[in-house]
């Protein structure tokens, strides 16, 4: 079965509850949630706080949060309260992959 993760980056970001609610609506599984800091990637997106106020509008979403940061470990654990349901990191982005799978 195919599941798609639809991405928020294309959001209205004044109405990113309404716009991601009706991607869900019209068929997506998951809303991916990339996360960028401006080093690991030249781009800079959203933190923990959005996703834990989108998670609070649609509780019900399934969240594939993207780390492409410099230090997931350092916040993987603030994604994973704030709604993540699944969390993906670079391992070229740490000295020790497995540090941030343990947190």
């Known amino acids: 079965m195919t599941k798609l993760s639809a991405s928020i980056l294309a959001a209205d970001f004044a109405h ?9 609506d019209a068929g997506a ?3 991916h949630f990339d996360v960028m800091d401006g080093h690991f990637v030249p781009n800079i997106s959203f933190g923990a706080p ?6 609070a509008a649609l509780p ?3 969240y594939d949060v993207h780390l ?6 350092r916040y993987a ?7 993540a349901g699944c ?4 391992p070229e982005a740490v000295a020790d992959p497995a540090a941030v799978l343990a947190a």
Not at 16 to 24: E, H, K, N, S
Not at 87 to 90: A, G, M, P, Q, V
């Open 16 to 24: 990113l509850a309404r716009d991601c609610g009706a991607v869900l």
């Open 29 to 31: 599984s998951m809303l």
């Open 50 to 55: 959005v996703l834990r106020s989108l998670h």
């Open 60 to 62: 019900g979403a399934f």
């Open 68 to 73: 492409m940061i410099s230090d997931p470990a």
């Open 77 to 83: 654990a603030d994604f994973a309260g704030a709604g």
């Open 87 to 90: 969390i993906t990191f670079h």
